[in-house]
Nanobody, 123 residues
Framework: VQLQASGGGLVQAGDSLRLSCRGTGHTFSDYNIGWFRQPPGKEREFVASISWNGRRTYYEDSVEGRFTISRDNAENLVGLLMNSLEPEDTAVYSC?????????????????WGQGTQVTVSS
């Protein structure tokens, strides 16, 4: 499966942004999908993930309650709605696919990665 992230941009603190991860290939619905981000000068970190059928979602503590992950397998699409954005959310955001079930914050568990999209939040 190939993935492509989009929807990034420059916003102000408190604004919202919706990222999309579009997959190509008929096996998209087989995979759990995760969002990761890499802030400037820092390591890549887990943001959120969703199970293959959309029934399970997982969030990193700092985004819990602000971000919502969802998916539409008919459209091969996973979304990440980001509300109440903070300057600390500034990063390159990427989506990735894994067959690992449950809580999967380790990027090494993900097989396929899309190109990232830049999110910049100004104060």
């Amino acid at each position: 499966v190939q993935l492509q992230a989009s929807g990034g941009g420059l916003v102000q603190a408190g604004d919202s942004l919706r990222l999309s991860c579009r997959g190509t290939g008929h096996t998209f619905s087989d995979y759990n999908i995760g969002w990761f981000r890499q802030p400037p000068g820092k390591e890549r970190e887990f943001v959120a993930s969703i199970s293959w059928n959309g029934r399970r979602t997982y969030y990193e503590d700092s985004v819990e309650g602000r971000f919502t992950i969802s998916r539409d397998n008919a459209e091969n699409l996973v979304g990440l709605l980001m509300n109440s954005l903070e300057p600390e959310d500034t990063a390159v955001y990427s989506c990735a696919a894994t067959l690992t079930t449950g809580w999967a914050p380790n990027p090494h568990d993900y097989f396929f990665w899309g190109q990232g999209t830049q999110v910049t939040v100004s104060s």
